[in-house]
């Protein structure tokens, strides 16, 4: 009967796996289309060939400070990528269906993309799917990946951190099906798919296999919602069946958060629906230093945008030149590994670590009294060391 079900679930993971598994299948790496520009040269600078062409969209709040700092870390460290620089905001009246075609034929064309946060209006305005949604489907950009890492030298309650969250973000809550079926009553929808549940299953244990991890936990609310998040608890008790040697659990998402804050050392890959994903990432990066330290990623079968872990747009410190821009310089630097660029991704994350470890430059948010330029000056200071190798 095992051998029965394990045979049935692998023949109808083949067509799924078959749509995302090229982006496992590189160093978290470049797409396959890019694979012609790239050249590598023998020694420990190993550089590409020619320049690489990213989408770049700042979005609100401190965004556009943040990619500041990285064209200026970028232009300080030689790094061979030229922006094509997209402004989508709500907020700002620079969102339209025109603007938001020219963001997805740049992001066809390049593959890769490096995003601030698009902050979503509360109002109803005619239309429930924001343009932060409308991106992330046109591009089916389905599995969300958060490292959640302790920084070497910061101490916070917990140190020494190290779990992967792994969020699908194409269904689930974020459905934009609302409507209200008699005044006062209101009807929203959640989709959960057999499809789509089972594809970011596969994607977290092909994930922790990659990274040789040992266990994945999935986070869910099945006593209740037990049809809807019982088919994706299903979908990935299915799924981990054909991965004996990864230990599977499963965790109530209340008592997932309870235990994020008592004892996250018992955590390796979460993987888990929409909601809880969003609820969840920001939670564990205030574990380690908050929004302003954890990068993030989002994938689909061809793209790859790089964006912070924790979605916060922090609109408050706009023009103060307070934002801590570490999680943004981070997240460029798994950029470049993406893209191939090891040599200079090394530069990048290792000067910012190696600022952080110092403690001697610190943003607010880390306790300190830097601004965000003082922060980035000293990372263009901190890359010589590596960049005379």
Same mark, same amino acid.
């Given at each position: ?66 990619? $500041? ?11 061979? &990528? ?36 698009? !902050? ?40 020494? *951190? ?30 959960? $798919? ?32 037990? *049809? ?14 054909? !991965? ?16 994020? &804050? ?13 909601? !809880? ?10 574990? &380690? ?57 090394? *530069? ?42």
């Amino acid at each position: 009967m095992a051998a029965a079900v394990r045979t049935a679930v692998l023949a109808a993971s083949k067509g799924i796996y078959a749509q995302w598994a090229p982006v496992l299948r590189r160093p978290f790496c470049v797409s396959a289309s890019l694979q012609h520009q790239i050249t590598s040269n023998q020694g420990d600078a190993a550089r590409a060939d020619g320049v690489f062409k990213v989408t770049m969209i700042p979005g609100d709040g401190v965004g556009p400070e943040l990619m $500041t700092a990285v064209k200026e870390v970028f232009k300080a460290g030689d790094v061979p &990528v030229e922006f094509e620089e997209f402004h989508l905001s709500e907020v700002q009246n620079m969102a339209s269906d025109e603007k938001l075609e020219e963001v997805l034929s740049s992001m066809k064309k390049n593959r890769v993309a490096l995003k601030g946060k698009i !902050y979503t209006p509360m109002e109803y305005k005619g239309e429930l799917a924001s343009f932060e949604m409308r991106l992330r489907r046109k591009l089916d950009l389905f599995a969300n990946v958060v490292h959640v890492n302790s920084l070497p030298g910061y101490k916070t309650r917990h140190n020494n *951190l190290d779990l992967v969250i792994i969020r699908e973000q194409t269904e689930g809550e974020y459905s934009s099906l609302e409507h209200e079926s008699v005044t006062g009553v209101i009807e929203c929808l959640k989709i959960i $798919t057999r499809e789509k549940s089972r594809r970011i299953a596969k994607f977290a244990f092909d994930y922790a296999t990659k990274k040789s991890r040992s266990k994945v936990t999935a986070v869910h609310k099945a006593n209740i919602m037990k *049809l809807g998040d019982g088919l994706f608890l299903q979908s990935c008790q299915e799924v981990a069946q054909l !991965y004996p040697k990864i230990k599977y659990e499963t965790m109530i998402i209340d008592n997932c958060c309870m235990q994020l &804050v008592q004892n996250p050392y018992q955590f390796d890959v979460l993987v888990m629906p929409n909601l !809880y994903g969003n609820i969840i990432d920001n939670l564990a990066a205030g574990l &380690v230093g908050g929004a302003g330290v954890v990068p993030g990623e989002s994938y689909s079968a061809e793209y790859a945008v790089f964006e912070t872990g924790a979605r916060h747009p922090f609109a408050q410190a706009v023009g103060r030149n307070i934002a801590n821009p570490t999680a943004m310089l981070l997240s460029s630097a798994n950029m470049l590994r993406h893209l191939n660029l090891e040599y200079h991704s090394s *530069l990048i994350s290792e000067a910012v670590r190696r600022v952080i470890k110092s403690g001697k430059v610190r943003t607010r948010d880390m306790g300190g009294y830097c601004t965000t330029s003082d922060l980035v000056k000293s990372v263009i200071d901190n890359l010589h060391p590596l960049h005379q190798r």
